[in-house]
């Protein structure tokens, strides 16, 4: 093999050579995300400042990891810390496990616990992996409290259970755009997401033939005539 055959496997190589550099000086600068990214999660709280967590312990029944440990408890009547008759007395997320599926969010029946955009987590020590209530809770502006081993950016805390509206409650399109959850502490009410997609309903979602349309690949393929 001669040197100019060897030369010729570098051809990809050499012709990337003059292209214009795309890589991201990471961590330095990160790329903004979407608004509906999965990361890190909160837990809500009214205006008023009550929890929206009621304890019911489904987000821990349906996590398919098992790192959510909720515990429940009676609210006082004279010192509520939710509006329900229970509050979550024990809530804590075990992020060596968590997958990120998002069950959690979908299961929960108040919208208590949804999700911000971090995802770059450095711990030193297994403990701090395991967040409980008092460092999940938004605080007093409704906002994700920023632990020292989180690495937060700008847009990071913004829309933290945004992504959870791009869809109409149970699938049905007349409640497309319909505001149907409660408020939250330093947001107010949400705005609802108009869908997925500017097309009709008919045309974004068809009913077709399978067996038409490959019938119909067929046909144009052999020059109109079907074998």
Same mark, same amino acid.
Request: hydrophobic share 35%; charged share 30%; glycine share 10%.
């Given at each position: 093999?001669?040197?100019?055959?060897? $030369?010729?496997?570098?051809?990809?190589? $050499?012709?990337?050579? &003059?292209?214009?550099? !795309?890589?991201?000086?990471?961590?330095? !600068?990160?790329?903004?995300?979407?608004?509906?990214?999965?990361?890190?999660?909160?837990?809500?709280?009214?205006?008023?400042?009550?929890?929206?967590?009621?304890?019911?312990?489904?987000?821990?029944?349906?996590?398919?990891?098992?790192?959510?440990?909720?515990?429940?408890?009676?609210? #006082?009547?004279?010192?509520?810390?939710?509006? *329900?008759?229970?509050?979550?007395?024990?809530?804590?997320?075990n992020y060596?496990?968590?997958?990120?599926?998002?069950?959690?969010?979908?299961?929960?029946?108040?919208? &208590?616990?949804?999700?911000?955009? $971090?995802?770059?987590?450095?711990?030193?020590?297994?403990?701090?992996?395991?967040?409980?209530?008092? +460092?999940?809770?938004?605080?007093? +502006?409704?906002?994700?409290?920023?632990?020292?081993? +989180?690495?937060?950016?700008?847009?990071?805390?913004?829309?933290?259970?945004?992504?959870?509206? &791009?869809?109409?409650?149970?699938?049905?399109?007349?409640?497309?755009? %319909? %505001?149907?959850w409660s #408020?939250?502490? *330093?947001? *107010?009410?949400?705005?609802?997401?108009?869908?997925? #997609?500017? $097309?009709?309903? #008919?045309?974004?979602?068809? !009913?077709?033939?399978?067996?038409?349309?490959?019938?119909?690949?067929i046909f144009?393929?052999?020059?109109?005539?079907?074998?």
């Amino acid at each position: 093999m001669g040197i100019f055959d060897g $030369l010729k496997g570098f051809k990809v190589t $050499l012709k990337q050579i &003059a292209e214009p550099r !795309v890589t991201g000086q990471y961590p330095k !600068v990160k790329r903004p995300k979407p608004p509906r990214f999965h990361g890190r999660h909160v837990l809500n709280r009214y205006e008023d400042g009550m929890e929206k967590c009621i304890g019911c312990e489904l987000c821990a029944a349906v996590c398919p990891a098992r790192c959510i440990h909720v515990r429940g408890r009676d609210n #006082s009547p004279d010192d509520p810390v939710s509006p *329900g008759e229970r509050f979550g007395y024990v809530y804590e997320i075990n992020y060596l496990r968590c997958i990120h599926c998002d069950l959690c969010v979908e299961a929960c029946p108040t919208e &208590a616990i949804t999700e911000s955009k $971090l995802f770059e987590f450095s711990f030193t020590n297994r403990q701090d992996a395991i967040y409980t209530k008092h +460092e999940l809770v938004v605080d007093d +502006e409704g906002m994700p409290q920023q632990l020292p081993w +989180e690495d937060w950016r700008e847009g990071d805390a913004d829309l933290t259970s945004g992504w959870m509206r &791009a869809t109409a409650a149970q699938g049905r399109p007349e409640f497309g755009g %319909v %505001v149907q959850w409660s #408020s939250e502490l *330093g947001f *107010g009410e949400r705005a609802p997401e108009m869908g997925q #997609s500017e $097309l009709e309903e #008919s045309k974004a979602s068809p !009913v077709f033939s399978l067996r038409d349309i490959l019938a119909d690949k067929i046909f144009i393929r052999h020059g109109g005539n079907v074998r």
